[in-house]
């Protein structure tokens, strides 16, 4: 019976050990976000590395995450254009912004599909850097969707378009996570 109490009382100091620790790990993580640290940064550093992989953008361009099963985020080549346009970009886009995209994210649809142009495909493109349309939007969701598949959501986020509306569109996804093989048209320096 002694033997009983004094688990019941140790685990319940344990219990208030930890709850002090993670007040203190609060306190910490407010103090980092007004020193302006991101919270993809805190994530990042706050979770195992497992739960976010790296990210590879292979030699002929798949997008892959790392771990112990590398599994290929698959998606159809207009989609992956526009994700691998705005990985490209980590300060972001400007949707309505998006026509001055348009001669990047044509060049690496071409590197993706390389057999040419069709009257289809030049529509697709100038529809999805139309920011009057929805075309954007629908990619976007496409690609969340597809991270979301193969993530947790709370971690499929930060490898997702995302930004409120009329303000930058990024990918959060902390860079040093993300591993290049291949160099993209008007990419910065990958």
Same mark, same amino acid.
């Given at each position: 019976?002694?033997?009983?109490?004094?688990?019941?009382?140790?685990?319940?100091?344990?219990?208030?050990?930890?709850?002090?620790?993670?007040?203190?790990?609060?306190?910490?993580?407010?103090?980092?976000?007004?020193?302006?640290?991101?919270?993809?940064?805190?994530?990042?550093? #706050?979770? /195992?590395?497992?739960?976010?992989?790296?990210?590879?953008?292979?030699?002929?361009?798949?997008?892959?995450?790392?771990?112990?099963?590398?599994?290929?985020?698959?998606?159809?080549? #207009?989609?992956?254009?526009?994700?691998? #346009?705005?990985? +490209?970009?980590? /300060?972001?886009?400007?949707?309505?912004?998006?026509?001055?995209?348009?001669?990047?994210?044509?060049?690496?649809?071409? #590197?993706?599909?390389?057999?040419?142009?069709?009257?289809?495909?030049?529509?697709?493109?100038?529809?999805?850097?139309?920011?009057?349309?929805? +075309?954007?939007?629908?990619?976007?969701?496409?690609?969340?969707?597809?991270?979301?598949?193969?993530?947790?959501?709370?971690?499929?986020?930060?490898?997702?378009?995302?930004?409120?509306?009329?303000?930058?569109?990024?990918?959060?996804?902390?860079?040093?996570?993300?591993?290049?093989?291949?160099?993209?048209?008007?990419?910065?320096?990958?």
């Amino acid at each position: 019976m002694e033997k009983q109490i004094k688990q019941m009382i140790s685990k319940e100091l344990e219990q208030f050990h930890c709850s002090i620790l993670l007040d203190e790990v609060k306190e910490k993580v407010r103090k980092l976000k007004a020193y302006g640290v991101e919270d993809a940064e805190i994530a990042a550093v #706050l979770n /195992e590395e497992e739960l976010f992989p790296q990210l590879l953008v292979t030699e002929d361009y798949k997008v892959v995450l790392s771990g112990d099963k590398p599994t290929e985020v698959e998606m159809e080549p #207009l989609v992956k254009a526009v994700y691998l #346009l705005f990985l +490209s970009h980590p /300060e972001g886009i400007i949707l309505k912004y998006l026509p001055d995209y348009r001669r990047e994210l044509t060049s690496i649809y071409l #590197l993706l599909r390389p057999y040419g142009l069709t009257d289809r495909v030049k529509k697709s493109i100038m529809d999805v850097t139309n920011p009057t349309q929805n +075309s954007i939007n629908e990619k976007c969701t496409r690609i969340r969707k597809q991270f979301s598949s193969l993530l947790p959501k709370s971690v499929a986020r930060y490898y997702s378009i995302s930004g409120k509306r009329g303000e930058v569109k990024k990918i959060d996804l902390v860079r040093a996570n993300v591993i290049w093989q291949c160099k993209l048209p008007g990419s910065q320096g990958l």
